[in-house]
């Protein structure tokens, strides 16, 4: 029983649910939208309250978000309350203002800046870890040990493939933002291990030098044509050419493996990668697969010194020193491919 606004008298109302479409940031999403209805009114006998009407609002936004590929509002209050942590907590926890998670989980779209950052978070506890020691001054002490346990609950509860996830991500902590350094592209473990392992079915002699200078070309070629990197590695100049920074955490992802054998004047272990049956290559698209084609039609049959030697020569390589990051713009250099 309610007091209706339509007729004016207290009696039952029917709640109803349909589809509605409306426009956000230019954008047609369509919606879950509910609304009352007046049986005693004919004609226009629709009504919603205000409750109602926020809860529509937050609908429709995160059709958006799902349409634009990022963590709806039920995500969001997910990553918190797993670990036990009120909207402001995690907002202190993150170094963000007070107000923003909540803004998050009932009104405003975050970016998509902010979003990897939740979406780290919530697929790496140890990322949690880092940020809480960075902002620990401003984290209500009261909350500490409850969050340490939870940090702790995920490490042990996720086993060994995060661990070594979390290793890798830890380099990536300072790029957890697209910039030109990481091609405009935060690291894509998962896009990551199927190129290795796409490459490690269609090289024969796929050893980790080689490996390296191979993901650099990759990147560099797939950002000519789409203005972002595949992995989201950032590269260094090393002696031996583009080197992605936590290189050696590469080799300890679950669904890499290599095997350690004696270079040909047995005074040096190198690290051979063999393709690995149980990664499902379809999660590479054709445009993707034609990229890496390109790279393996060039290096194929060379040998790790020439494809060095090779690398040496790019502008990227001449015009930057020992440990400087090569970042995207030297895609406008790049040597003649073919």
Same mark, same amino acid.
């Given at each position: 029983?309610?007091?209706?606004?339509?007729?004016?008298?207290?009696?039952?109302?029917?709640?109803?649910?349909?589809?509605?479409?409306?426009?956000?940031?230019?954008?047609?999403?369509?919606?879950?939208?509910?609304?009352?209805?007046?049986?005693?009114?004919?004609?226009?006998?629709?009504?919603?309250?205000?409750?109602?009407?926020?809860?529509?609002?937050?609908?429709?936004?995160?059709?958006?978000?799902?349409?634009?590929?990022?963590?709806?509002?039920?995500?969001?209050?997910?990553?918190?309350?797993? +670990?036990?942590?009120?909207?402001?907590?995690?907002?202190?926890?993150?170094?963000?203002?007070?107000?923003?998670?909540?803004? +998050?989980?009932?009104?405003?779209?975050?970016?998509?800046?902010?979003?990897?950052?939740?979406?780290?978070?919530?697929?790496?506890?140890?990322?949690? +870890? +880092?940020?809480?020691?960075?902002?620990?001054?401003?984290?209500?002490?009261?909350?500490?040990?409850?969050?340490?346990?939870?940090?702790?609950?995920?490490?042990?509860?996720?086993?060994?493939?995060?661990?070594?996830?979390?290793?890798?991500?830890?380099?990536?902590?300072?790029?957890?933002?697209?910039?030109?350094? $990481?091609?405009?592209?935060?690291?894509?473990?998962?896009?990551?291990?199927?190129?290795?392992?796409?490459?490690?079915?269609?090289?024969?002699?796929?050893?980790?030098?080689?490996?390296?200078?191979?993901?650099?070309?990759?990147?560099?070629?797939?950002?000519?044509?789409?203005?972002?990197?595949?992995?989201?590695?950032?590269?260094?100049?090393?002696?031996?050419?583009?080197?992605?920074?936590?290189?050696?955490?590469?080799?300890?992802?679950?669904?890499?493996?290599?095997?350690?054998?004696?270079?040909?004047?047995?005074? $040096?272990?190198?690290?051979?990668?063999?393709?690995?049956?149980?990664?499902?290559?379809?999660?590479?698209?054709?445009?993707?697969?034609?990229?890496?084609?390109?790279?393996?039609?060039?290096?194929?049959?060379?040998?790790?010194?020439?494809?060095?030697?090779?690398?040496?020569?790019?502008?990227?390589?001449?015009?930057?020193?020992?440990?400087?990051?090569?970042?995207?713009?030297?895609?406008?250099?790049?040597?003649?491919?073919?």
């Amino acid at each position: 029983m309610m007091n209706c606004p339509i007729c004016g008298k207290n009696h039952e109302v029917e709640l109803r649910e349909r589809k509605a479409i409306t426009l956000i940031k230019g954008i047609k999403v369509e919606y879950d939208e509910k609304y009352l209805v007046c049986p005693d009114t004919n004609g226009d006998n629709e009504f919603v309250t205000g409750t109602m009407e926020n809860e529509n609002l937050l609908n429709a936004r995160n059709a958006y978000r799902k349409q634009k590929g990022l963590l709806t509002s039920d995500d969001i209050v997910d990553i918190r309350e797993k +670990y036990g942590l009120s909207q402001v907590d995690l907002s202190q926890v993150l170094g963000w203002g007070e107000a923003t998670i909540s803004r +998050y989980e009932s009104k405003a779209i975050q970016d998509s800046s902010y979003d990897n950052v939740l979406r780290l978070i919530r697929s790496n506890p140890l990322i949690l +870890y +880092y940020f809480y020691m960075r902002n620990r001054e401003n984290f209500n002490k009261n909350k500490e040990g409850t969050l340490l346990e939870r940090i702790n609950e995920e490490i042990s509860a996720h086993g060994r493939e995060t661990l070594a996830r979390n290793k890798l991500e830890s380099f990536y902590l300072n790029y957890m933002e697209p910039t030109i350094e $990481n091609g405009y592209q935060i690291l894509n473990i998962d896009k990551l291990e199927l190129i290795i392992n796409y490459l490690a079915k269609h090289v024969k002699y796929l050893f980790k030098v080689k490996l390296m200078k191979m993901l650099w070309y990759i990147d560099i070629l797939f950002y000519q044509n789409n203005s972002r990197a595949l992995t989201g590695l950032v590269y260094q100049h090393a002696n031996m050419g583009a080197l992605p920074i936590g290189h050696d955490a590469i080799l300890q992802l679950d669904n890499v493996i290599f095997k350690e054998e004696m270079a040909e004047d047995y005074d $040096n272990v190198r690290f051979h990668i063999i393709y690995n049956d149980k990664v499902d290559l379809k999660g590479l698209t054709k445009e993707e697969k034609a990229i890496i084609n390109l790279v393996i039609d060039k290096f194929d049959t060379m040998k790790t010194k020439d494809v060095v030697d090779y690398m040496h020569d790019e502008e990227a390589y001449k015009q930057t020193k020992d440990g400087d990051i090569i970042d995207f713009n030297w895609a406008k250099k790049l040597n003649k491919f073919l």
